[in-house]
C-alpha cells in the first residue's frame, strides 16, 4: 500500500493531466459512459467532472455512512464490555479507524451536497439492544459475528463503489479502504476461530456431540 | 441444565444475524447488468472520445509490469512455424531485489513489504467497469476481410504486443486424422471455409457442429441493442472467434463468475487443443463435461452469467439433445500439436531429448513439483482445480486499473501439452513467457531452484 501510495503521489506530481484524466492505473479507472446518467457535465469526454454523484455514489455514501456510525458505536460500547483483550483491542481499532474513515466520507459527502445520515440505523440499534443483553464470552461471540458480516458487507459495498461510482474522490476512497476493510475482516474471523476453539477445549468431553454415541 | 442457556443465546445470536444480513443490501446493478441511460450515438462518442486514454492507461500499466521487447527464443518457432517464441523473463522486479533474494524471503515478509512483483498479480481488463469481450487486431481484420462481419470495439483495442499472443492462424490437428497434420491450409475457419475445408474429412455430425461453433450469435459488446460496443447492429460472435482454429488468439473477457464488476478478473481465452482429456471446463465453474460448457457458454462468455439482459439481446440456445453433442463431437477430435520427443506415456524420449531437457523433466517430476498437478500420462493434467493462495505474497483489495485484486480462490489445472502455442500465461494472461511461470511457481511454491533448473525447466516445457 505504502508503495502504491508513493507511486500515486510521484505521479499526480509528474502528471500535468486534468482532475480524472491521469494515465496512472491506480487513479479511478473509466466508467462505461453507457451508464452515466444524462446531463452529467464532463472535464473531458466521457469523464464526469469533479462533485457530481450517481446512484450508486448517492446509495455508497448512505450505506457507508451508515455502516461507519454502527462501526464507531457499536465499537465503543464493545471497547468496554468486551470480555477478551482480542475483542476490546479489535473493537478500539474499529474506532480508530472507522472515525478516521467517517471523517473522510462526511467531508466527501458535504462537499457534494449528499445528505448522509448521522444517527445509528433500525438493524444497528437492533444489534445494539441484543449485544446490551450479553456479557462475557457471550457478547464477545456475538459483536464479532455482527463484526464479520458488517464487514463483508462493506468490502462489498466498497467494490461496488469502485466499479459503479462516477465521482473520482469518493472512488478514490472506496480504494483506499477496501485493503483495510478486507484486513479488519479477516482480524474479525481469526477472533472468532479463537474464540470457537478456546470453546471447544472448554466444554466438558461428555458435552462434544462428535464424541456422543 | 446448563445446556438451555446457551442454546438461548446461540438463538439469539443466529437471530440476531438473520436480521443483520437482511438490511442494507446492494442495489440489484451490483449483480444484475443495468440498462443503458444514454443513447448509442452519445456513448459512442464519449467511448472513441475516451479511447486513448484507455488505451494509455493500460500501456503504462504494462510497461511498468513486464518488459515488452520482442527477444525471441533462437530457433524455436510455435507449431505452426509461423511465430517464434519469446525468451527470458519479463515481469519486472521491485527495485532492490533479484529473483534469489526474493525467494528467500517468507510470503509475510514479501506481503509486509509490498515486493510480489506487481506482474504476478491479477492482470486487469483494458477497461474494467466495461468489461467484455476483446479480440486482437488479425482476428478483426480477417473476420472483416472474410465474412464483412464487424467484431471490432469502439471504446477499447487488444491491449498486449503481438509477440505475445499465440501465432495466427494457429493450426488444427485432429484425433481422427494424426496423418494428415495440419489441416488448416494456414486459413483462418470461418462460416464461409469450413465446409470446402473439412469436407471428406470430418463427419456429417462433426460438420454441424463446426457450423454452429462458426455461426455468430449475439453477445454482450456485439448485438443489435444500444447496449453494444460494436459501431453497427451487431451481428454476434462465433465460439471460434476467441478459440480460433479451436486453439486461441488470446481474446481476453473477464470471469463471468463474480460480482461486482470491479471484482471480475480478467479471462485469457483457453485452447480447445486436447479437449477429448479434459474432464473439467472453466476456470472456475468445473463444469463437468464439454456438452455442459458448450451449452453454458451462451450463458457465460456470451452474456457473462447474465441471463436477464441475455434475453433482451437475443440468446441462443443450442438444442441439448441434437445441437450440443455435435458441437462437442466436434470439439473432442481437436488433438494437441506434435511433441516427437513425447513417448506414448508423454515423457521425454532419452534417445531424442538433448541433456538440458532431459534435465528439466527431472526438475519437473522432482524438486519442481510441477507433475503434482501437470501429470505427464494424463495430458498434463490432473482434472482438479487448485488454490495458490497468491494472497499470502499481497494485501488484497489493491484497485488497479479499475480492478480490486482480491484472492484468486481455487483455478483449474490447464495442460501444458502445445504450451509453448499458448502465451499469454495463467487463466488471466498475466504471464507472458514460459520463463515468467518458472519464476511465479518458483516463488509461489517455495521451491528454490536454481538458475540451470530453471532454463532446464524451460528448455523441457519448450518440447511438449
Same mark, same amino acid.
Given at each position: 500500500?505504502?508503495?502504491?501510495?508513493?507511486?500515486?503521489?510521484?505521479?499526480?506530481?509528474?502528471?500535468?493531466?486534468?482532475?480524472?484524466?491521469?494515465?496512472?492505473?491506480?487513479?479511478?479507472?473509466?466508467?462505461?459512459?453507457?451508464?452515466?446518467?444524462?446531463?452529467?457535465?464532463?472535464?473531458?469526454?466521457?469523464?464526469?467532472?469533479?462533485?457530481?454523484?450517481?446512484?450508486?455514489?448517492?446509495?455508497?455514501?448512505?450505506?457507508?455512512?451508515?455502516?461507519?456510525?454502527?462501526?464507531?458505536?457499536?465499537?465503543?460500547?464493545?471497547?468496554?464490555?468486551?470480555?477478551?483483550?482480542?475483542?476490546?483491542?479489535?473493537?478500539?481499532?474499529?474506532?480508530?479507524?472507522?472515525?478516521?474513515?467517517?471523517?473522510?466520507?462526511?467531508?466527501?459527502?458535504?462537499?457534494?451536497?449528499?445528505?448522509?445520515?448521522?444517527?445509528?440505523?433500525? =438493524?444497528?440499534?437492533?444489534?445494539?439492544?441484543?449485544?446490551?443483553?450479553?456479557?462475557?464470552?457471550?457478547?464477545?461471540?456475538?459483536?464479532?459475528?455482527?463484526?464479520?458480516?458488517?464487514?463483508?458487507?462493506?468490502?462489498?459495498?466498497?467494490?461496488?463503489?469502485?466499479?459503479?461510482? =462516477?465521482?473520482?474522490?469518493?472512488?478514490?476512497?472506496?480504494?483506499?479502504?477496501?485493503?483495510?476493510?478486507?484486513?479488519?475482516?479477516?482480524?474479525?474471523?481469526?477472533?472468532?476461530?479463537?474464540?470457537?476453539?478456546?470453546?471447544?477445549? =472448554?466444554?466438558?468431553?461428555? =458435552?462434544?456431540?462428535?464424541?456422543?454415541? | 441444565?446448563?445446556?438451555?442457556?446457551?442454546?438461548?443465546?446461540?438463538?439469539?445470536?443466529?437471530?440476531?444475524?438473520?436480521?443483520?444480513?437482511?438490511?442494507?443490501?446492494?442495489?440489484?446493478?451490483?449483480?444484475?447488468?443495468?440498462?443503458?441511460?444514454?443513447?448509442?450515438?452519445?456513448?459512442?462518442?464519449?467511448?472513441?472520445?475516451?479511447?486513448?486514454?484507455?488505451?494509455?492507461?493500460?500501456?503504462?500499466?504494462?510497461?511498468?509490469?513486464?518488459?515488452?521487447?520482442?527477444? &525471441?527464443?533462437?530457433?524455436?518457432?510455435?507449431?505452426?512455424?509461423?511465430?517464434?517464441?519469446?525468451?527470458?523473463?519479463?515481469?519486472?522486479?521491485?527495485?532492490?531485489?533479484?529473483?534469489?533474494?526474493?525467494?528467500?524471503?517468507?510470503?509475510?515478509?514479501?506481503?509486509?513489504?509490498?515486493?510480489?512483483?506487481?506482474?504476478?498479480?491479477?492482470?486487469?481488463?483494458?477497461?474494467?467497469?466495461?468489461?467484455?469481450?476483446?479480440? &486482437? #487486431?488479425?482476428?478483426?481484420?480477417?473476420?472483416?476481410?472474410?465474412?464483412?462481419?464487424?467484431?471490432?470495439?469502439?471504446?477499447?483495442?487488444?491491449?498486449?504486443?503481438?509477440?505475445?499472443?499465440?501465432?495466427?492462424?494457429?493450426?488444427?490437428?485432429?484425433?481422427?486424422? &494424426?496423418?494428415?497434420?495440419?489441416?488448416?491450409?494456414?486459413?483462418?475457419?470461418?462460416?464461409?471455409?469450413?465446409?470446402?475445408?473439412?469436407?471428406?474429412?470430418?463427419?456429417?455430425?462433426?460438420?454441424?457442429?463446426?457450423?454452429?461453433?462458426?455461426?455468430?450469435?449475439?453477445?454482450?459488446?456485439?448485438?443489435?441493442?444500444?447496449?453494444?460496443?460494436?459501431?453497427?447492429?451487431?451481428?454476434?460472435?462465433?465460439?471460434?472467434?476467441?478459440?480460433?482454429?479451436?486453439?486461441?488468439?488470446?481474446?481476453?473477457?473477464?470471469?463471468?463468475?463474480?460480482?461486482?464488476?470491479?471484482?471480475?478478473?480478467?479471462?485469457?481465452?483457453?485452447?480447445?487443443?486436447?479437449?477429448?482429456?479434459?474432464?473439467?471446463?472453466?476456470?472456475?465453474?468445473?463444469?463437468?463435461?464439454?456438452?455442459?460448457?458448450?451449452?453454458?457458454?451462451?450463458?457465460?462468455?456470451?452474456? #457473462?452469467?447474465?441471463?436477464?439482459?441475455?434475453?433482451?439481446?437475443?440468446?441462443?440456445?443450442?438444442?441439448?439433445?441434437?445441437?450440443?453433442?455435435?458441437?462437442?463431437?466436434?470439439?473432442?477430435?481437436?488433438?494437441?500439436?506434435?511433441?516427437?520427443?513425447?513417448?506414448?506415456?508423454?515423457?521425454?524420449?532419452?534417445?531424442?531429448?538433448?541433456?538440458?531437457?532431459?534435465?528439466?523433466?527431472?526438475?519437473?517430476?522432482?524438486?519442481?513439483?510441477?507433475?503434482?498437478?501437470?501429470?505427464?500420462?494424463?495430458?498434463?493434467?490432473?482434472?482438479?482445480?487448485?488454490?495458490?493462495?497468491?494472497?499470502?505474497?499481497? #494485501?488484497?483489495?489493491?484497485?488497479?486499473?479499475?480492478?480490486?485484486?482480491?484472492?484468486?480462490?481455487?483455478?483449474?489445472?490447464?495442460?501444458?501439452?502445445?504450451?509453448?502455442?499458448?502465451?499469454?500465461?495463467?487463466?488471466?494472461?498475466?504471464?507472458?513467457?514460459?520463463?515468467?511461470?518458472?519464476?511465479?511457481?518458483?516463488?509461489?511454491?517455495?521451491?528454490?531452484?536454481?538458475?540451470?533448473?530453471?532454463?532446464?525447466?524451460?528448455?523441457?516445457?519448450?518440447?511438449?
Amino acid at each position: 500500500m505504502r508503495l502504491l501510495t508513493l507511486l500515486a503521489i510521484a505521479i499526480a506530481f509528474l502528471s500535468p493531466a486534468a482532475f480524472g484524466q491521469s494515465t496512472n492505473p491506480v487513479s479511478p479507472a473509466p466508467g462505461n459512459p453507457g451508464g452515466m446518467p444524462p446531463g452529467t457535465r464532463q472535464s473531458a469526454p466521457g469523464v464526469p467532472a469533479p462533485r457530481q454523484a450517481n446512484q450508486a455514489d448517492r446509495a455508497f455514501i448512505n450505506a457507508a455512512a451508515t455502516g461507519g456510525l454502527a462501526e464507531v458505536d457499536l465499537g465503543r460500547f464493545a471497547a468496554q464490555q468486551g470480555a477478551s483483550r482480542a475483542v476490546t483491542e479489535f473493537a478500539q481499532r474499529m474506532v480508530r479507524d472507522h472515525s478516521a474513515a467517517n471523517d473522510r466520507l462526511s467531508a466527501l459527502a458535504k462537499a457534494n451536497g449528499i445528505a448522509a445520515p448521522d444517527k445509528l440505523d433500525e =438493524e444497528h440499534k437492533a444489534m445494539r439492544t441484543k449485544l446490551e443483553q450479553f456479557s462475557g464470552p457471550q457478547f464477545d461471540r456475538a459483536y464479532i459475528e455482527g463484526q464479520i458480516i458488517d464487514h463483508q458487507k462493506t468490502a462489498q459495498l466498497l467494490e461496488y463503489e469502485i466499479g459503479s461510482g =462516477e465521482n473520482a474522490e469518493l472512488k478514490d476512497l472506496a480504494s483506499d479502504l477496501l485493503p483495510t476493510v478486507l484486513g479488519h475482516l479477516r482480524m474479525a474471523q481469526a477472533i472468532a476461530s479463537e474464540m470457537a476453539q478456546r470453546a471447544a477445549a =472448554e466444554t466438558p468431553r461428555t =458435552e462434544r456431540p462428535s464424541e456422543r454415541r | 441444565m446448563s445446556k438451555y442457556p446457551k442454546i438461548a443465546a446461540a438463538l439469539a445470536v443466529a437471530s440476531l444475524i438473520a436480521v443483520a444480513a437482511l438490511a442494507d443490501p446492494l442495489p440489484p446493478d451490483a449483480t444484475y447488468r443495468p440498462l443503458p441511460t444514454q443513447p448509442l450515438d452519445v456513448v459512442k462518442a464519449l467511448d472513441e472520445a475516451q479511447k486513448s486514454q484507455v488505451m494509455q492507461r493500460q500501456q503504462a500499466l504494462l510497461e511498468q509490469r513486464y518488459d515488452l521487447s520482442n527477444r &525471441p527464443i533462437a530457433n524455436v518457432m510455435m507449431s505452426g512455424g509461423r511465430k517464434p517464441v519469446q525468451d527470458g523473463v519479463r515481469v519486472r522486479l521491485p527495485a532492490g531485489v533479484t529473483w534469489d533474494s526474493l525467494s528467500a524471503m517468507s510470503p509475510d515478509e514479501i506481503r509486509q513489504r509490498g515486493l510480489l512483483p506487481a506482474a504476478f498479480m491479477p492482470l486487469p481488463h483494458v477497461k474494467q467497469a466495461t468489461g467484455g469481450q476483446v479480440f &486482437p #487486431n488479425q482476428q478483426i481484420d480477417e473476420i472483416n476481410r472474410q465474412e464483412s462481419r464487424n467484431i471490432r470495439r469502439f471504446d477499447v483495442d487488444f491491449d498486449l504486443p503481438d509477440q505475445f499472443t499465440p501465432e495466427f492462424p494457429p493450426p488444427i490437428f485432429l484425433t481422427s486424422h &494424426p496423418e494428415l497434420g495440419d489441416v488448416s491450409h494456414g486459413q483462418l475457419l470461418t462460416i464461409k471455409n469450413y465446409y470446402q475445408l473439412m469436407i471428406g474429412i470430418i463427419t456429417p455430425v462433426q460438420m454441424e457442429g463446426m457450423r454452429l461453433l462458426l455461426t455468430p450469435f449475439p453477445q454482450e459488446e456485439f448485438n443489435q441493442t444500444e447496449d453494444r460496443k460494436s459501431a453497427d447492429q451487431s451481428l454476434g460472435v462465433t465460439c471460434l472467434d476467441c478459440h480460433a482454429n479451436f486453439h486461441t488468439n488470446a481474446a481476453f473477457h473477464q470471469t463471468p463468475d463474480v460480482r461486482p464488476q470491479a471484482a471480475r478478473f480478467r479471462l485469457d481465452t483457453v485452447s480447445l487443443r486436447g479437449m477429448f482429456n479434459q474432464q473439467i471446463h472453466g476456470s472456475k465453474r468445473s463444469l463437468r463435461s464439454i456438452e455442459d460448457f458448450t451449452q453454458f457458454e451462451q450463458r457465460t462468455a456470451y452474456f #457473462n452469467g447474465d441471463h436477464v439482459s441475455a434475453q433482451r439481446k437475443g440468446v441462443h440456445l443450442p438444442d441439448r439433445f441434437d445441437q450440443v453433442p455435435m458441437m462437442a463431437q466436434m470439439q473432442n477430435i481437436i488433438d494437441f500439436p506434435p511433441a516427437p520427443k513425447l513417448d506414448p506415456l508423454s515423457r521425454l524420449d532419452p534417445s531424442k531429448a538433448t541433456q538440458q531437457e532431459l534435465e528439466g523433466e527431472r526438475v519437473f517430476l522432482g524438486k519442481g513439483q510441477c507433475a503434482q498437478c501437470h501429470v505427464p500420462q494424463t495430458s498434463f493434467l490432473d482434472n482438479n482445480m487448485h488454490d495458490l493462495k497468491l494472497e499470502r505474497f499481497y #494485501n488484497v483489495g489493491q484497485t488497479v486499473n479499475g480492478l480490486v485484486a482480491l484472492a484468486d480462490g481455487p483455478i483449474k489445472t490447464f495442460t501444458l501439452r502445445g504450451i509453448k502455442d499458448s502465451p499469454p500465461y495463467m487463466h488471466d494472461g498475466r504471464l507472458l513467457t514460459l520463463a515468467d511461470t518458472v519464476e511465479f511457481f518458483n516463488l509461489v511454491l517455495g521451491l528454490k531452484l536454481t538458475q540451470e533448473e530453471k532454463d532446464s525447466l524451460v528448455a523441457y516445457m519448450l518440447t511438449l
